[in-house]
């Protein structure tokens, strides 16, 4: 049996989990004062996901910049990926929010939204 500690992100509480596993699979956790606690900590040591933000460059706009987010969160190793491809993305004003600027971010099928307003 293996122990690991973490700190719950779903609420301002901020629990001190202790989930004990036997190799993969999640025997208890403890610590968590409602239900998201169990539920994060267990999706974050099978399934961990993450919502990625940045921006992208805007050509033609009243800013030069945008910045967008994950419109779902998608697998935490696709993360470097996604904002690797970020990196050379230009997008011609006007953009509103909720524009896709990318499809299918690093192959996961999540698609980049703009998160402001660029004239």
């Given at each position: 049996?293996?122990?690991?500690?973490?700190?719950?992100?779903?609420?301002?509480?901020?629990?001190?989990l202790t989930v004990v596993m036997d190799?993969?699979?999640?025997?208890?956790?403890?610590?968590?004062?409602?239900?998201?606690?169990?539920?994060?900590?267990?999706?974050?040591?099978?399934?961990?996901t993450r919502i990625v933000t940045s921006t992208v460059?805007?050509?033609?706009?009243?800013?030069?910049m945008v910045?967008?987010?994950?419109?779902?969160?998608?697998?935490?190793?696709k993360v470097l990926e996604c904002v690797r491809e970020l990196k050379d993305v230009v997008v011609s004003a006007p953009v509103k929010i909720g524009d896709v600027i990318l499809d299918d971010a690093a192959g996961t099928g999540v698609s980049i939204v703009a998160t402001k307003n660029v004239r």
């Open positions: 049996m293996e122990e690991k500690n973490l700190i719950c992100i779903n609420c301002p509480l901020g629990c001190m190799g993969k699979e999640i025997v208890s956790v403890a610590g968590n004062t409602c239900r998201r606690g169990d539920t994060y900590a267990r999706k974050e040591l099978t399934d961990p460059k805007v050509s033609g706009g009243s800013e030069s910045s967008v987010k994950t419109k779902e969160d998608i697998p935490k190793e």
